[in-house]
């Protein structure tokens, strides 16, 4: 039984010396919990935010996995289940019912998805699209970070809901090509090919109804220049200051006011109560093969620490996930 810990604080882009890989006594569980052995560990952006003080040094960091009980001492578990739990980056856990959810697997749905789609990811761009953002059939959205987890989740979701045109920004022309190609965006701009709100403009000449904003910085300021008067920003993250590269605040915040714009921040963890609706929703669509939950998957707990340095430095396409 293994944990990875972080052993000292980053500066900047984290490295790998900042883990350690750390064997632990066999786990017994007392009365009320289960011995859980994960089977995937999900490595996030917000991790990074975490790591400049809230994460505990030499302790095993907090994260979502999906593990199957091994033993139980609990009535809500037998072994064999498979239950989603924060337990973090470790082989195996000790899981309590209140503290954690079982799974029923679904016919034609990859067990999977409960950490992409239909787990916080994608409940983050369904908060966002219809809670926060209140898309509405035939508007023109644009989406950063689109080639990620919650950045594909947003295109395959609004085309759901009747979005007409879907914008995507991300890092790379691969990505571009396969956000248009594969995920269904109807344009990619790569953010890396000149001015951001040049290449906005000129995707959507009429103007944005609507932002989804995972980045921060240059792409929220490129989307106030754009979005149309009353347009509406939904503030998920801001990935491109986690490694402290830049200001989150863009410098035309004030064009706020002139364009009469809305902005809203959510956290996804407050809007819990849309997961039922969510899985309602896309379970058919993914049986059905009409929508996937877009995953990059990296094999190894060994490798966990690298999964997540390349999802900071986008080599991801859709969810990073660790297959143990
Ligand atoms: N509010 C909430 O409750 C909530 C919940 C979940 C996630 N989030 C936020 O949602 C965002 C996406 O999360 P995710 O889990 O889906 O991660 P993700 O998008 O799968 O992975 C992060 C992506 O960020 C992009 N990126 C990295 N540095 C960048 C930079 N300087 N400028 C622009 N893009 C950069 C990379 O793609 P490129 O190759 O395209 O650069 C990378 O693939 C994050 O900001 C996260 O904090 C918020």
């Known amino acids: 039984m293994r944990q990875i810990h972080l052993t000292a604080r980053p500066d900047g882009v984290p490295t790998s010396e900042l883990f350690a890989f750390v064997d632990t006594p066999d786990l017994t569980p007392p009365p009320g919990a289960a011995l859980v052995e994960n089977l995937w560990l999900s490595v996030d952006p917000y991790m990074r935010e975490m790591m400049d003080a809230g994460s505990e040094l030499n302790a095993p960091l907090e994260g979502r996995a999906l593990g199957r009980v091994l033993s139980s001492h609990t009535p809500e578990y037998t072994a064999g289940d498979v239950v989603f739990h924060r337990g973090g980056w470790r082989t195996h856990a000790l ?23 239909l787990g916080g990811t994608g409940l983050s761009a369904y908060v966002g699209l219809r809670r926060v953002l209140d898309l509405q059939p035939g508007e023109t959205l644009f989406v950063s970070a689109a080639a990620g987890g919650v950045g594909t989740a947003a295109a395959r979701i609004a085309k759901l809901l009747g979005a007409g045109r879907v914008i995507g920004s991300t890092g790379s022309g691969r990505k571009a090509k396969h956000l248009v ?105 993914l049986q059905f093969g009409a929508v996937q939950s877009d995953q990059t998957v990296v094999d190894g707990f060994e490798h966990t620490v690298e999964a997540f340095l390349a999802m900071l430095r986008g080599e991801n396409l859709g969810k990073m996930l660790v297959r143990l």
Request: proline share 5%.
């Open 181 to 285: 190609d594969t995920v269904g965006y109807d344009v990619a701009i790569n953010y890396r090919n000149g001015s951001l709100t040049e290449q906005l403009a000129a995707a959507a000449p009429d103007g944005i109804d609507a932002y989804l904003d995972n980045v921060g910085g240059d792409h929220l300021s490129a989307a106030i220049d754009v979005l149309k008067q009353n347009g509406r920003i939904a503030w998920c993250g801001a990935v491109s200051t986690y490694n402290h590269q830049a200001s989150a605040a863009p410098g035309n915040l004030f064009d706020i006011v002139e364009k009469e714009l809305r902005l809203e921040g959510f956290l996804v963890s407050n809007n819990l109560d849309l997961r039922p609706e969510l899985i309602d929703f896309l379970t058919p669509h």
């Open 95 to 117: 899981v309590r019912p209140q503290d954690s959810r079982l799974i029923e697997p679904v016919d034609g749905v990859p067990l999977s998805a409960h950490l992409g789609i």
